[in-house]
């Protein structure tokens, strides 16, 4: 810090970059970033204020949050969004098709909520939903799935990708129908927006950051987070109507490319 002479410093993600501003002398803007709507990023930034002069939110309800817990620091809502270039593929309607069920990100449980996965699936087998599900990415609830799920591996119907560049994750987002995220708690994650400015439709936890900033009927489903039949019956349904799928789909392309653009 003393050798790169900032003139400002955005704490971000982790304890260690908030500790960073314990070392920033007075004169130099130092803001913290409330990145998820969780118990514990508020008491990690309730602990940091003194050397704090601004927050940033990615959410409304985490804006609210803020300013009803910390008072006295300014806070302003900053949008996420994603990079748009007219040369990303898009999902192609192939109402004829299995359904294309696509989870994108960390094989993670806190967060995440991957665990549920197998339910879900089993949920979707009762139902008779003709379906291919790619779970793409990485992470400590890897081996788990794997073994959980190997009998959708062994039928064709499941399919483990790993981490690709991310040019050649467009591709892979772009041969799908529907998002699936059951995370118990986001701030607003980039990987719904890259879904949905692709042709996805997001079939989604009702958890409040989607609720308040992304999701409407029009575009996407929301469901009890931690309901696998909820999933479920969404998925069920959408697999049953492609058209209504198909204008949700449009619909959410022209929703996050205002927003983002």
């Given at each position: ?13 982790s304890?260690?970059s908030?500790?960073t501003?314990r070392?920033?002398p ?12 969780h118990?514990?990023v ?6 940091y204020l003194?050397w ?6 990615g959410?409304r309800i985490?804006?609210?949050r803020a300013?009803e ?7 302003h809502h900053l ?6 270039d007219?040369?990303?593929?898009m999902?192609q309607?192939k109402p ?5 069920i696509?989870?994108f ?14 339910a ?5 087998k009762k139902r008779?939903?003709?379906?291919r599900w ?9 081996p788990f799935?794997?073994?959980a799920l190997?009998?959708g591996?062994?039928?064709g ?5 790993a981490?690709?560049?991310h040019d050649?994750?467009?591709?892979i987002i772009a ?7 059951t995370?118990?708690h986001?701030?607003?994650p980039?990987t719904?927006?890259?879904a ?10 009702d ?6 900033d992304?999701l409407g009927?029009?575009n996407g489903?929301?469901?009890s987070?931690?309901q696998p039949?909820a999933?479920?019956d969404a ?6 109507d492609?058209t209504?799928?198909?204008?949700m789909s449009?619909?959410?392309v ?5 927003e983002?653009?």
């Amino acid at each position: 810090l003393g050798q790169f002479q900032p003139t400002a410093v955005l704490a971000f993600l982790s304890s260690g970059s908030f500790e960073t501003l314990r070392y920033v002398p007075d004169g130099v803007l130092r803001v913290g970033t409330i990145h998820d709507h969780h118990e514990l990023v508020y008491r990690l930034v309730h602990n940091y204020l003194p050397w704090t002069d601004q927050l940033t939110v990615g959410s409304r309800i985490e804006l609210e949050r803020a300013r009803e817990e910390y008072p006295d620091t300014p806070c302003h809502h900053l949008l996420y969004g994603i990079p748009i270039d007219a040369a990303r593929p898009m999902r192609q309607s192939k109402p004829d098709h299995p359904l294309r069920i696509l989870f994108f990100g960390r094989f993670q449980q806190s967060q995440k909520q991957v665990r549920i996965f197998p339910a879900i699936w089993r949920e979707l087998k009762k139902r008779n939903v003709n379906f291919r599900w790619t779970i793409h990415g990485e992470g400590p609830e890897e081996p788990f799935l794997r073994n959980a799920l190997k009998p959708g591996v062994d039928s064709g119907e499941i399919h483990f990708s790993a981490p690709v560049p991310h040019d050649q994750l467009k591709q892979i987002i772009a041969e799908h129908d529907i998002y699936l995220l059951t995370s118990a708690h986001e701030g607003g994650p980039l990987t719904l927006l890259e879904a949905m400015v692709q042709g996805l439709v997001p079939v989604c936890g009702d958890i409040p950051c989607l609720v308040q900033d992304i999701l409407g009927p029009e575009n996407g489903l929301r469901v009890s987070f931690d309901q696998p039949a909820a999933y479920a019956d969404a998925i069920a349904d959408l697999a049953k109507d492609r058209t209504r799928l198909d204008a949700m789909s449009a619909a959410g392309v022209r929703m996050e490319r205002y927003e983002a653009g």
